[in-house]
């Protein structure tokens, strides 16, 4: 026998309060005391409760607004994205809302809250069980920070696993034998999948990555920089070659390997990723992997949009790199 379904009223009975502060909780309308919305999301969570999608909110079936959901929009890679992503959205006639949260309960508020037709999700605090709920609801999704794949769940990501192999490759031809690596953030699908296709790559080769050579560098100039300067103040040998999780992290490493009077890239190779626009007016001009943000932006958008309308399942889109040489890479003799 199917169980009943759970409703607003048995959400409200259960935590002691009024229908309209469960809706306030659960929409995300700041007017409640921060221990009460806490407790009434616990008990939906606890009831499994599922807001109604058929509701008064539905009435015009749909809201013609697209929501992004990422944790930042600093750097130049959340510009160029957010920009191609709302210009996807004027193509088909819709609106685009940003939401730039790391509070799980408000994203998912916001989604089932029927604010939007559907989500483009670059967000690392959306974890198992919101996919998980995202999935079983039947939301038209589309993540660029993972490949999931469902019936209404789409991806388009990077290929940064064999951009990292990519980048590995192109070094060891150029004759060099000792590496660093400067990630990005911790957990962040690129970062992780960059750091293991470049290891692979020199494990095959016979050289071991050591954990002492993974330098942090958060994927900004400043953090690379000051993560780089540290290193050297450790008086570690320098490696031969700098791989950087991308291009603002590669600027700030040869920034502080310029103040040591280290030469780019006569002492030290270095190399980022994305291409961005700057990278090829500095001196050196830097080496990196060219990805293409405007690209991931929209074909996000476009398959979010066959995902609302219906028309298609999900699919999982793999944009492909290449290695652009520049002048802060050259052959070790």
């Keep these: 026998m199917a169980l009943r379904k759970v409703t607003i009223k048995d959400v409200a009975r259960e935590a002691g309060v009024s229908i ?14 921060p221990e009460t919305k806490q407790h009434i999301l616990e008990v939906a969570e606890r009831l499994h409760y599922v807001p109604n999608l058929n509701g008064r909110n539905l009435k015009a079936k749909e809201t013609r607004v697209i929501g992004l959901f990422i944790t930042s929009i ?5 510009g160029v994205l957010v920009d191609a992503v ?7 006639g819709y609106e685009l809302n940003i939401y730039i949260s790391d509070k799980t309960d408000n994203m998912m508020a916001n989604i089932f809250g029927r604010r939007i037709d559907g989500a483009v999700i670059l967000n690392e605090h959306i974890k198992e069980k919101e996919e998980k709920f995202l999935a079983d609801n039947q939301f038209p999704t589309v993540f660029i920070d993972r490949e999931l794949k469902g019936d209404t769940i789409s991806s388009v990501v990077f290929d940064s696993y064999h951009e990292g192999e990519m980048v590995a490759k192109y070094l060891l031809e150029l004759g060099h034998t000792s590496f660093a690596y400067v990630r990005g953030v911790e957990n962040n699908f690129d970062n992780t999948q960059r750091l293991n296709g470049f290891r692979d790559v020199l494990k095959r080769a016979g050289i071991a990555l050591s954990p002492d050579y993974i330098i942090d560098g958060e994927y900004e ?14 008086m570690k040998p320098l490696p031969d070659a700098v791989f950087a999780a991308n291009d ?23 190399v980022g990723c994305d291409d961005i626009e700057i990278v090829k007016l500095l001196k050196p001009s830097v080496t990196t992997v060219r990805t293409s943000f405007e690209k991931q932006g929209a074909l996000s958008v476009a398959r979010l949009i066959d995902l609302i309308k219906g028309e298609k399942k999900g699919t999982i889109d793999i944009l492909q790199g290449r290695v652009i040489p520049r002048e802060s890479t050259c052959v070790r003799e």
């Design 86 to 92: 709302y210009q996807g959205c004027k193509k088909y």
């Design 74 to 78: 600093k750097g130049p890679y959340y």
């Design 221 to 234: 100039t400043d953090a690379a920089y000051h993560s780089m300067k540290k290193f050297m103040d450790e």
């Design 20 to 33: 309209s502060t469960v809706s306030n909780a659960l929409n995300g309308v700041d007017v409640l005391h």
């Design 248 to 270: 603002l992290s590669a600027i700030g490493v040869i920034e502080a390997l310029t103040e040591e009077g280290i030469r780019v890239p006569e002492d030290v190779s270095v």
